[in-house]
């Protein structure tokens, strides 16, 4: 319970870029054309990967899963960035902010390095065991492969989330950044969260050391398979104050970059998306 002199916390109040202000529409008008070009490319190769039938094998329907990530951790952030932008600040209810803190940083943030580790297990098993590959990859494995990365985050995630919802919000409700971060958001909290910076610690080792050691014991093998290969034809993937705005910056990166760039890198690029989209404006023409 809150002090005698202290109010109880129902609303948190996120300041954004203070400094940035002067230059809101134009900070607008940048990262709505960069939210539509994330949410177009994305929702293309989901588009064309459910559609298409030569893009029906394991490596396009994981990329699916990816780009369904990324829409949603795009989307679980942007909106409202844009609206704290355009009207100098945003106030959001402390449950929506606790959620939106959870869906960011535990479900969505994390199902991409598990759907990441499970395509480079994928391509593993289709460069160093490419004759078992069809019989290992199936259908029903695809399937219980992404159905594990996404439930596994959610049910590790709700744990902390049924934790943080117990906590005593009192006094202040002003957060220095453009949503919800796990840092300031908490900084707020007037319980003793040690249990749950202690469980956010031992979560994020565990959800963050299986992905990482797969994607790189995998590579490893496929690096040391691609040696022995006789072949030439070889397809490789490729102050308080400013740590506040250091930590706006970082998260800005993760949020509308790398959304951005994933669907050039994994697919727009790609002989057999290409294809794809030449089908579609040819049956258009005709």
């Known amino acids: 319970m809150c002090e005698e002199n202290q109010t109880q916390v129902t609303e948190i109040h996120l300041l954004g870029f203070r400094g940035l202000y002067k230059y809101k529409i134009l900070l607008f008008i940048v990262f709505l054309l960069t939210y539509t070009l994330i949410m177009g490319g994305n929702l293309v190769i989901i588009l064309l990967v459910s559609t298409t039938d030569h893009l029906k094998t394991p490596m396009y329907f994981f990329l699916k899963h990816l780009s369904t990530a990324d829409v949603l951790l795009t989307t679980s952030i942007v909106p409202v960035m844009l609206h704290i932008i355009l009207f100098e600040g945003?106030?959001?209810?402390?449950?929506?902010?606790?959620?939106?803190?959870?869906?960011?940083?535990?479900?969505?943030?994390?199902?991409?390095?598990?759907?990441?580790?499970?395509?480079?297990?994928?391509?593993?098993?289709?460069?160093?065991?490419?004759?078992?590959?069809?019989?290992?990859?199936?259908?029903?494995?695809?399937?219980?492969?992404?159905?594990?990365?996404?439930?596994?985050?959610?049910?590790?995630?709700?744990?902390?989330?049924?934790?943080?919802?117990?906590?005593?919000?009192?006094g202040l409700n002003y957060v220095d950044h453009f949503f919800c971060d796990f840092g300031p958001t908490m900084e707020l909290a007037t319980s003793d969260i040690s249990s749950l910076l202690l469980q956010?610690?031992?979560?994020?080792?565990?959800?963050?050391?299986?992905?990482?050691?797969?994607?790189?014991?995998?590579?490893?093998?496929?690096?040391?398979?691609?040696?022995?290969?006789?072949?030439?034809?070889?397809?490789?993937?490729?102050?308080?104050?400013?740590?506040?705005?250091?930590?706006?910056?970082?998260?800005?990166?993760?949020?509308?970059?790398?959304?951005?760039?994933?669907?050039?890198?994994?697919?727009?690029?790609?002989?057999?998306?290409?294809?794809?989209?030449m089908k579609i404006q040819m049956f258009r023409v005709f």
């Open 200 to 277: 956010d610690f031992v979560n994020s080792i565990l959800m963050m050391l299986f992905p990482f050691t797969l994607i790189i014991v995998t590579y490893f093998c496929i690096f040391f398979t691609i040696l022995r290969m006789s072949s030439t034809n070889i397809y490789m993937a490729p102050s308080d104050e400013s740590s506040s705005e250091i930590n706006k910056y970082q998260s800005l990166l993760y949020i509308v970059v790398t959304p951005l760039v994933n669907p050039i890198i994994y697919s727009l690029r790609n002989h057999e998306i290409k294809r794809a989209l």
């Open 90 to 170: 945003g106030t959001l209810p402390l449950w929506f902010c606790i959620m939106q803190l959870y869906c960011f940083i535990g479900i969505f943030g994390f199902v991409q390095c598990y759907i990441i580790a499970v395509m480079s297990f994928d391509r593993y098993l289709a460069i160093c065991h490419p004759l078992r590959y069809s019989s290992l990859m199936g259908p029903d494995l695809c399937l219980q492969l992404v159905i594990g990365s996404w439930s596994s985050v959610t049910v590790i995630t709700s744990s902390e989330l049924f934790v943080a919802i117990q906590f005593n919000f009192c």
